[in-house]
């Protein structure tokens, strides 16, 4: 089957065992005196087609890598398309007094087609191997990201990571969506995940989904591409100031400047964004990706370097705890975001001394709706039940809350503000007992403190029912609505809230939906994600694509309005591809339906709030997943379960009436 190769100037002998050979492309497929880049293994070759004589040269021009196959064939030379260097087609020779040249490859002509020897293709570890790997040992096993210009030595990187099974990567369509998927990530399991982007677009388009960990106390790591040092400062090609560019944005950032302590500033980056709570970015100029990695691989290990924290509430602060908690009639527990992970501590509390227990919005679903001193949320997205038990309460005591005024915590009602953040306690207002602490550790010293006097209050419990007997009226109430245009939302969330597995994971989005959905939608034991204190619109889809990579088996849904998951709407193709069952309830208005109603309680017109939608069902179908179309209250159920029970991305697109929500 060897032979000798027919190509003009340089015979080689087939027969090469140090060479590769790769079908490169069909034969006649290049016309005459054309050139065409084409690849062998992970070589990429110019292909040259010089008056019937095929040749092969190396497709990285010498002055500065430009593409030779893009370029063209004059006067019997390939000539570059940057900047015209010249080199034969044959031996790769700049013409004479240039030192210049590029390698040439041996070439056969097959019966199957042309084929091209290359060395086999052996890898040398890199500087990015290395801590890719010093991220996968910390735990940091989930990234998304976009490949591109200026971050393709790190890519191939965690490529290498991904095929040993060290880490999953998801390529998404925008960085932004990248950067949220991170963050809901990290909001739903407590664990860091990466974003990954290029240098100036790329790193910059991840600058909203930081902001979200970063005000929402999350950690996340950012890894970005940059320009080559050797380039940077006078403000060259896709160059953006990273270092000033994220600095407001992160705990901690560096940029990676050589391989010396390139794996620490890895392990301090993981380490900056668990301990501090937020995000951490490493900067790598391109040519730093691409440096041989460091003999011997640094050591830097976990272990030794996270200290686990538990902070304890000071004695007499407790005391003066006790005191109030003793002294109250009606005392109530408001729960945080703060105190996500901490349920079952803050029922034994409420419990032991019979509090009605209200959440903010970020903590919606921190205690089921149904459990008997359950009050459902506070403030704008809230219920009558919980600001009624709140409004009247003589004393709060709260965990995890940032006072947002979003929710509207009574400030002239007594409170013990419990709190890790020593910045939180007390922030706005003084309190009468900021109590330093973690929220299980203090609840645990509470409880066994002798002093805690048990409570029965019957009349309380009684009273939790009757309001929500007198607010579950109301629901029906507003369910029975007949809407001009669209369906209402309380028909929605009740039919939602029948159906959504107990345990779901339900990422929520910004505007009209959300509000309703806080109001209307009575948790089991379902987790709620959402952009709390940044509040960005498109959080919702990308969102639940981080929480479906969290790998839990929960079902996850996402619900946002037509103008939130239009910021993202190209990330459906991104959970086609991965294969992810979300189910998205998108309530469809045909307008910004929140600002609507803003500009009209300011008495101003409504302006540029109209959207000019796709049909969302429809959309999803030609993504490769499933979708329907809601238009009447008798459908919506059947949608839901149709929705819900699917196995490919899943739109249940409902037409909902702006005035009513
Ligand atoms: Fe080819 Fe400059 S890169 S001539």
Redesign the pocket.
């Known amino acids: 089957m060897f032979g000798l190769a027919q190509c003009r100037g340089l015979t080689f002998r087939m027969a090469n065992n140090t060479k590769q050979w790769h079908r490169v492309a069909d034969l006649n497929s290049l016309p005459d005196n054309r050139v065409r880049t084409v690849t062998a293994g992970t070589q990429q070759i110019c292909l040259v087609n010089h008056e019937g004589a095929l040749t092969a040269l190396d497709n990285r021009?010498?002055?500065?890598?430009?593409p030779?196959g893009e370029?063209q064939l004059e006067d019997g030379w390939v000539i570059?398309?940057?900047?015209?260097?010249q080199y034969d087609p044959v031996t790769g020779k700049a013409p004479e007094g240039f030192e210049d040249r590029v390698d040439p490859y041996p070439i056969e002509i097959r019966q199957n087609g042309i084929f091209v020897g290359v060395e086999p293709a052996t890898h040398q570890a890199t500087l990015a191997d290395q801590v890719v790997t010093v991220m996968t040992d910390w735990g940091v096993n989930v990234v998304f990201g976009m490949v591109g210009h200026s971050n393709l030595g790190l890519a191939d990187a965690m490529r290498r990571a991904e095929s040993d099974g060290r880490l999953r990567y998801y390529g998404i369509r925008h960085e932004g969506a990248a950067a949220f998927a991170a963050s809901a990530y990290a909001k739903l399991t407590g664990k860091t995940a990466a974003c990954f982007a290029i240098a100036g677009p790329g790193a910059t388009n991840m600058i909203t989904g930081m902001w979200d960990a970063n005000v929402d106390n999350v950690p996340l790591l950012a890894l970005v591409g940059q320009v080559n040092t050797q380039i940077m400062g006078p403000g060259t090609f896709q160059e953006v100031d990273l270092h000033s560019a994220l600095k407001p944005v992160t705990r901690w950032q560096q940029v990676v400047l050589g391989s010396q302590n390139a794996s620490d500033l890895m392990a301090l980056a993981i380490k900056h964004a668990e301990v501090e709570h937020g995000p951490t970015a490493l900067i790598f100029p391109d040519e730093m990706q691409h440096l041989p990695a460091r003999e011997p691989q640094p050591e830097t290990p976990r272990v030794g370097r996270v200290p686990l924290v538990t902070i304890a509430p000071p004695k007499d602060e407790l005391q003066r705890a006790l005191e109030l908690l003793n002294a109250a009639k009606r005392p109530t527990i408001v729960c945080g975001q703060g105190a996500a992970g901490f349920k079952d501590d803050v029922l034994r509390f409420a419990e032991k001394i019979t509090a009605p227990v209200v959440t903010t919005f970020k903590a919606k679903g921190l205690v089921p709706d149904s459990h008997p001193l359950a009050c459902g949320v506070l403030g704008r997205s809230g219920i009558p039940v919980a600001s009624t038990m709140m409004g009247t309460a003589d004393l709060l005591i709260t965990f995890g809350t940032s006072f947002s005024v979003h929710t509207g915590i009574a400030e002239y009602i007594p409170t013990i503000q419990v709190d890790r953040d020593r910045m939180t306690l007390g922030k706005f207002h003084p309190v009468e007992v900021p109590l330093w602490g973690d929220i299980g550790v203090t609840i645990e010293q509470l409880l066994a403190d002798e002093h805690l006097a048990p409570q029965a209050r019957p009349r309380l419990r009684e009273e939790i029912s009757t309001r929500w007997g007198k607010w579950r009226k109301e629901k029906e109430r507003r369910r029975a609505e007949q809407p001009t245009t669209g369906l209402n939302s309380a028909s929605i969330f009740e039919a939602l809230g029948n159906l959504a597995p107990a345990d779901a994971i339900i990422a929520v989005d910004v505007g009209n939906n959300t509000y309703s959905f806080g109001r209307y939608f009575e948790c089991k034991e379902q987790t709620i994600l959402m952009s709390g204190y940044l509040g960005s619109i498109g959080f919702g889809f990308p969102a639940a694509m981080g929480a479906w990579s969290a790998g839990t088996g929960r079902k996850v849904i996402a619900v946002a309005g037509d103008g939130g998951f239009g910021q993202y709407l190209a990330e459906f193709t991104t959970a086609v591809r991965y294969s992810m069952p979300i189910t998205l309830v998108l309530l469809n208005n045909s307008q910004l339906g929140k600002i609507s109603k803003e500009f009209e309680a300011d008495h101003m017109e409504v302006w540029q709030t109209d959207l000019t939608n796709p049909d969302f069902a429809a959309y999803a179908k030609l993504c490769g997943g499933d979708g329907i179309r809601v238009t009447a209250p008798e459908q919506i159920e059947d949608a839901l379960k149709k929705g819900l029970n699917s196995d490919k991305p899943f739109i249940v697109e409902i037409l909902t009436d702006p005035l009513l929500i």
């Open positions: 021009c010498a002055h500065q890598g430009g030779l370029g570059c398309p940057w900047h015209a260097y």
